[in-house]
C-alpha cells in the first residue's frame, strides 16, 4: 500500500522498470495484499487493478529493454562472422603449409632415391 | 680460431632470443586458447540463463495475474483479456530470448572458432614434417658429388623450427584478427555484460514476487482458513518457501563472468592475460555454471 501511494502521483508510463517491479513486489506482499484486501471493495478493486496495470507496464518495459539489447547485439553479428570467417581460413593456411612442408619433404626423398639410382 | 668462437658467439645469442621469442609466442597462442576456452563455456551458459529469466518472468506473471484474479467484480471477459494480454506480451519476450539465444551461438562459434585456430592439435604434425623436409633435403645434398659440411645440426633442428613455424603462425593469425575485431568483441561481451544485469535485476525481483505472491501469500491464507484442513501440497510449499535458492548471488556469478571475459579478451589483445585474471575468470565460469542449473528450476 506504502509504495502504491508512493508512485500514485506518477503516471505509470515515467517510471522505470526497476521502479515499477519494486512498486510490483511491495503490493505483492502478504501484509500490504492483505490490508488491502480487509479495506473495502473499492479499495481493493483500484488496488487490484493499478497492479495488474504495473505488472502489464513490467512487460511492455523488460519487452522493450530486450529488444534494445538485441538490436545492439545484432548489429555487431557482421563481425562477428567476419571474424569466425578469418579464423576458420587462417587455420587452413597452417594446415596448407603443413601439407606442403610435408609433401615437399617426400618429393625430395623420392628425388635423393632417383638420384642414387641414376648414379 | 677466434673468428670462429665469435661465430658460435653470435649463434648462441639468436638461438637463445630465438628461444625466448619462441616460448612468449607459444605461451600468447595458448592464452588465446584458455580465453576461448572460457567463452565458450560461458557462452554455452547462456541460453540456459535466459531461459530461467523467461522462466522467472512467467511465473511472477503468472502468480501476479493469479491475485488480479480476485478483483470484485470482474467480468469473465475481461479475465479473458487480462491473460491474453499477458500471454501475447511473453511470446513476444519469448521470441527475442529465442533470437538472444541465436546470437549466443554464433558468440560461441567466434570463440570455437579462436580455439581452433590456437588449439595445440592445430600443426601438430609441423615439426615431423618440418623435418621430414630437412631430411628430404639432406637426402638429396648427400646423393650430390661435392656435398660439403655436415647435417647434423640441420636434422636436429628440424623439427624445433618446424613447431616454432606454426606457433608464429597461429600467433600471427590471433594478433590479426585482434587487431581487426578485437574492439568488436569487447564491445559485445560489454553489451552482454549490461543485459546479464539487466535480466538479473529482473529476475531477484521476478523472485521475490513468486516467493510472496505465489508462495507466502497461498501458504497464510491456507493455514489462516480454518474451514479446511491443510494439504500435503501446503507442506510441499513450505518446503519450497523455506529452501529458495540465492537468486542474487547467481546473477552476480554470471555478470562477473562476463566481466571477467570481457578484461581477459582485453588483456589478451594487450599482449597476455595475467594469471589473476584468468585464475578469477575460470571460478566465476564454474560458479555461474553450477548454480545455472538451480536456477533454471
Redesign the interface.
Given at each position: 500500500m506504502a509504495a502504491n501511494a508512493s508512485n500514485s502521483d506518477k503516471n505509470l508510463k515515467d517510471l522505470t522498470a526497476k521502479e515499477l517491479r519494486t512498486t510490483r513486489n511491495e503490493m505483492l506482499k502478504r501484509e500490504n495484499w492483505t490490508a488491502a484486501s480487509a479495506a473495502g471493495v473499492e479499495t481493493f478493486r483500484s488496488y487490484v487493478r493499478t497492479l495488474n496495470e504495473i505488472q502489464g507496464a513490467v512487460r511492455d518495459l523488460e519487452k522493450a529493454q530486450l529488444k534494445t539489447a538485441l538490436q545492439q547485439v545484432k548489429s555487431l553479428e557482421s563481425d562477428l562472422r567476419a571474424g569466425i570467417d578469418d579464423l576458420i581460413e587462417a587455420r587452413k593456411g597452417i594446415e596448407r603449409v603443413e601439407n606442403f612442408v610435408a609433401a615437399t619433404g617426400k618429393v625430395l626423398e623420392l628425388v635423393a632415391k632417383a638420384i642414387r639410382v641414376a648414379a | 680460431m677466434k673468428k670462429y668462437f665469435r661465430l658460435r658467439a653470435i649463434l648462441f645469442v639468436l638461438v637463445t632470443v630465438l628461444v625466448v621469442q619462441a616460448c612468449t609466442t607459444a605461451q600468447r597462442v595458448h592464452q588465446g586458447s584458455e580465453v576461448a576456452e572460457e567463452g565458450i563455456e560461458l557462452t554455452r551458459i547462456l541460453p540456459a540463463f535466459y531461459d530461467a529469466y523467461y522462466t522467472s518472468?512467467i511465473r511472477a506473471?503468472s502468480?501476479?495475474?493469479q491475485?488480479?484474479r480476485?478483483?470484485?467484480?470482474i467480468t469473465t471477459t475481461r479475465l479473458r483479456e487480462?491473460l491474453n494480454?499477458?500471454n501475447t506480451?511473453?511470446l513476444?519476450?519469448g521470441k527475442?530470448?529465442g533470437?538472444?539465444k541465436d546470437?549466443a551461438g554464433?558468440?560461441r562459434?567466434?570463440f570455437e572458432?579462436?580455439q581452433?585456430?590456437t588449439d595445440d592439435e592445430?600443426?601438430e604434425?609441423?615439426g615431423s614434417?618440418?623435418?621430414?623436409?630437412?631430411?628430404?633435403?639432406e637426402?638429396?645434398r648427400?646423393?650430390?658429388p661435392d656435398r660439403v659440411g655436415s647435417d647434423f645440426a640441420a636434422k636436429k633442428a628440424g623439427e624445433p623450427t618446424?613447431n616454432f613455424?606454426?606457433v608464429a603462425?597461429?600467433n600471427k593469425?590471433l594478433q590479426?584478427?585482434l587487431e581487426?575485431?578485437g574492439a568488436?568483441?569487447e564491445?559485445?561481451l560489454e553489451?552482454?555484460e549490461?543485459?546479464l544485469d539487466?535480466i538479473g535485476?529482473?529476475m531477484t525481483?521476478?523472485h521475490?514476487?513468486w516467493v510472496?505472491?505465489g508462495l507466502?501469500?497461498p501458504l497464510?491464507e491456507s493455514y489462516e482458513s480454518k474451514k479446511q484442513k491443510l494439504s500435503r501440497s501446503w507442506i510441499d510449499n513450505r518446503v519450497e518457501l523455506l529452501t529458495q535458492p540465492d537468486d542474487v548471488a547467481i546473477t552476480e556469478d554470471a555478470k562477473d563472468a562476463m566481466k571477467g571475459l570481457r578484461l581477459a579478451w582485453r588483456e589478451l589483445a594487450g599482449g597476455g592475460p595475467r594469471k589473476s585474471t584468468m585464475v578469477r575468470l575460470r571460478d566465476r565460469v564454474d560458479a555461474t555454471e553450477k548454480l545455472v542449473g538451480t536456477l533454471a528450476n
Open positions: - | 518472468a506473471d502468480v501476479t495475474l491475485l488480479v480476485q478483483e470484485p467484480g487480462q494480454e499477458a506480451d511473453l513476444q519476450t527475442l530470448i533470437e538472444m546470437h554464433l558468440l562459434e567466434y572458432a579462436i581452433a585456430l592445430v600443426g604434425d609441423f614434417s618440418t623435418k621430414q623436409l630437412i631430411e628430404g633435403m637426402a638429396v648427400e646423393e650430390l618446424g613455424v606454426v603462425l597461429k593469425a590479426r584478427e581487426l575485431h568488436t568483441i564491445r559485445e553489451l552482454q549490461t543485459l539487466t535485476e529482473s525481483s521476478n521475490e514476487a510472496s505472491a507466502e501469500i497464510f
